[in-house]
């Protein structure tokens, strides 16, 4: 049975937010001070994200799908600049996977998705160190 | 002859009696009628992009008086959101496009003391109010509208270290 677009965009979501969790996993490995606490500090929002969203979607009659147990890493993480760099790798995906929410129908939907959007590319603009004028968006 | 000169005169007669109202000779829109009214989405847009104008006008303002390097690259985003909000716009012909509100009235918001505090609070209001717009429009735009809030987001946490 095909799933809802409800319910593909929040295990999209989900599925990017388990990808965050296990990416900052790496992430912290490789930082030291204050910018390994701000990894766990993003790192423990990932996993409430994961946390909300399997109850949404569980909530909808619906299985989450399942956290893998390894991911492929884009590149190599050997230092404190690429371990940053994956980080914003990471959100910019997280936020990406959350527009899916934004295009269903269901207003409360949008808006969780767009608060998340907000939540993410902060995080990102953190670990790049300046903004961006679309978040999520292709590159126009 | 005469029949066909009878048929040609009677044609003026069925509209004279028929009243000439347009709006009996076309299943479509009246041509005549007043305008149609516009689309839901095309309201919605022109407030935002009226509310951006807003924001590059106050950027415009606190730039003369701030020399914060932030600020430049913060409004330079602006034109771009303002740009791809442009491209979504479908006015009919005839029809007034958005204007800034404070740049209508000539005066754009002055910038105070403390600029950087003033601009964290309209962009925080921006990703606010376009994440209450979202709800309402198709799509392809709700995506536009959050990801423009998503950035206004980040530029408000930018502005509170500047």
Known sequence: MRASPAIAALQAALAAEQGAVYGYGVVGARLSGASQAVAQQYWTAHRQACDALTAMITARGATPVAAL??????????????????AVQLEDGVTAAY?????????SLRTFGA????TSAAQAAHWRGSTVAFPGLPAQ | MPRRRLLITSVPLVLLTAG???????????????????????VVLQSVIAAEL???????????????????????????????????LIVPSGMQPAAAKTAARGSAQAP?????GLLRAAELASAASLTAHLVSVRPALAQLFASIAASDATHADALAGA
């Open chain 1, 69 to 86: 147990a390894y991911y492929d890493l884009p590149f190599p993480v050997t230092s404190a600049a690429s371990a940053r760099q994956l």
């Open chain 1, 99 to 107: 527009l899916g929410a934004v295009a269903t129908g269901d207003a």
């Open chain 1, 115 to 118: 608060r998340a959007m907000q």
């Open chain 2, 54 to 88: 807003d924001l590059i006008a106050s950027y415009k303002a606190a730039m003369a008086t701030s020399g914060n390097a932030l600020l430049p690259v913060l409004a330079a985003q602006h034109r771009q959101h303002l740009i791809q909000l442009k491209a979504k």
């Open chain 2, 112 to 116: 105070g003391p403390h600029p950087a």
């Open chain 2, 20 to 42: 000439c109202r347009s709006a009996d000779l076309f299943a479509g829109p009246d041509p005549l009628g007043a305008r149609p009214p516009l689309a839901p989405d095309t």
